[in-house]
């Protein structure tokens, strides 16, 4: 697609690299079924592209954060299934119910709210149980358990569709010492309600990490985010699969962030550049200004330390990053002109600057680089 000449900066995404990610991970996973992540505008990606992107590539669940993004997907004419995997007020339940959205669910009020706006709207509301297998975040304690279902029988309206858990230390380590405390904890869960006499058809467990690295985590379905987007979890996660012999995935980053040239100007040596006068040059130098800011979800952590990519060509940001614009040298760039491509992230000849790359000089991971890019910058399909 061509980009809009009015456009001074927008996010490019490139169909064919998800359509690629989608299929490695397809490749692993046997009956399981994919579920693509989306929350957080889909990891900064933009939630209506990569549903439409998700949609074509054959995926039948999407988790979202809250009750908005499910019903934007709802809106835009999406029949996936719609897990919310984030909180649901208990004032927003009739919405869950009324627009055939799921949720995770760990309290019993919000069990019982459910269940009255099922009853009203003469339909059942779909939850997946959420359990606590040291996270300790979202989940239900394994010994409230008999609790929990000794009320949800007396609802009707419920239909416990899904089981599900989160790992709290699989992409920060290579030691999967906690992964298979928590698998087991889920393993107990899932037994716990085989006594009961139940089977619940949807039991995931699993992200990025845990799909690439633990088939034994995969179950029914596995919730996968960043890797979609063609970004690895960690660099421990590589070197797990290496350690285990496994082949890693061939990944391919979705995204890539672009922008105008907004001035290009000479200084002389000893001048200073920007706010807080950060940085002062020690050579006669040529600025390249560009109107993007922390604003945008360009870090200010980056001021004096991140670079861009023009003509090919790294040019490092020079100052602070101001809330709409950053400055480059281009003193070493030949050429560069007004209105001119920068990349943040993404490809330009044979340069490259990743999300991973900025992560580590942010001091943060790749997963809230991208996720902190603006809405409101335009997302283009390419
Ligand atoms: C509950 C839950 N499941 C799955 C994911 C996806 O994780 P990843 O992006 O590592 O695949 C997340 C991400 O934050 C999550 O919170």
Known sequence: MKIDESLVQWVEIDSQAFRHNVQEFKKRLGRTELMAVIKANAYGHGLLVIARLAKEA????????????????????????ILILGYVPLSQAEAVVHYDLRTVVYNLENLKVLARAARQQKKKAFVHLKIETGTNRQGIPI????????????????????????FANIEDTTDDVYPR???????????????????????????????????ETHFDLVRVGIGLYGLWPSRETLVSCRMRGQEPLKLKPVLSWRAKVAQVKSIARGACIGYGCTYRTTRPTKLAVIPVGYYDGYDRSLSNSAYVLIRGKR?????????????????????????????????????????????????TISYEIVTRINPLIPRVIV
């Not at 054959?58 to 299934?81: C, M, P, S, T, Y």
Request: hydrophobic share 45%; with cysteine; proline share 3%.
């Open 58 to 81: 054959g995926i039948r669940w999407f988790g979202v954060n809250n009750v908005e993004e499910g019903l934007a997907l709802r809106q835009a004419g999406f029949d996936q299934a």
């Open 181 to 215: 405390y928590q698998l087991n904890n889920f393993l107990e869960a899932i037994n716990w309600f085989k006594r009961q006499g139940v089977e619940i058809p949807v039991k995931h467990m699993s992200c990025t990490a845990a799909a690439m690295l633990f088939p």
């Open 315 to 363: 040019a490092q940001i020079r100052g602070r990053v101001c809330m709409n614009f950053i400055m480059a040298d281009i003193t070493d760039i030949p050429g560069v002109k007004l209105e001119d491509r920068v990349t943040l992230i993404g490809t330009d000849g044979k340069e490259k600057i990743t999300a991973d790359q900025l992560a580590s000089l942010a001091g």
């Open 143 to 166: 010994k409230k358990l008999g609790i929990i279902f000794r009320e949800i029988k007396k609802l009707p309206e419920i239909v416990v569709e899904g089981l599900s858990s989160h």
